[in-house]
């Protein structure tokens, strides 16, 4: 299927120990999608907070910015899918990065006054 995204990891059955995405590009958002019949919870460190992660449950974030993790969970299985864009691609051709993302970016015309 088309993609925006180069890289795609499948997560099954494994805990998520607190990290930072190497690969990916500082200003560009990853994203996670939760898929299984499981009860696990998304951790991001420096924003502590803790959000429910059920199936079908999608997350974007910088991945290389903020730390992220998934800890054991009590039932289920768990499956994700971890969309990510490879900076060294921007190396290799001589692209320049993306912008950070802004809230007008994601929002558009809800903000308008």
């Given at each position: 299927w088309p993609s925006i995204y180069l890289g795609i990891d499948v997560i099954v059955?494994?805990?998520?120990?607190?990290?930072?995405?190497?690969?990916?590009a500082p200003s560009l958002l990853d994203l996670v999608v939760s898929?299984?019949?499981?009860?696990?919870?998304?951790?991001?460190?420096?924003?502590?907070t803790i959000f429910?992660?059920?199936?079908?449950?999608?997350i974007y974030l910088a991945g290389k910015l903020l730390t992220h993790s998934v800890p054991k969970w009590e039932t289920g299985e768990r499956i994700a899918l971890a969309h990510h864009m490879k900076d060294a691609?921007?190396?290799r051709f001589g692209l320049a990065r993306p912008a950070f993302t802004k809230q007008k970016d994601l929002l558009g015309g809800?903000?308008?006054?």
């Open positions: 059955n494994q805990e998520t120990p607190p990290h930072l995405d190497q690969v990916s898929l299984g019949t499981h009860d696990a919870q998304f951790h991001i460190s420096e924003l502590g429910c992660y059920q199936p079908g449950t999608m691609v921007h190396n809800f903000l308008q006054t």
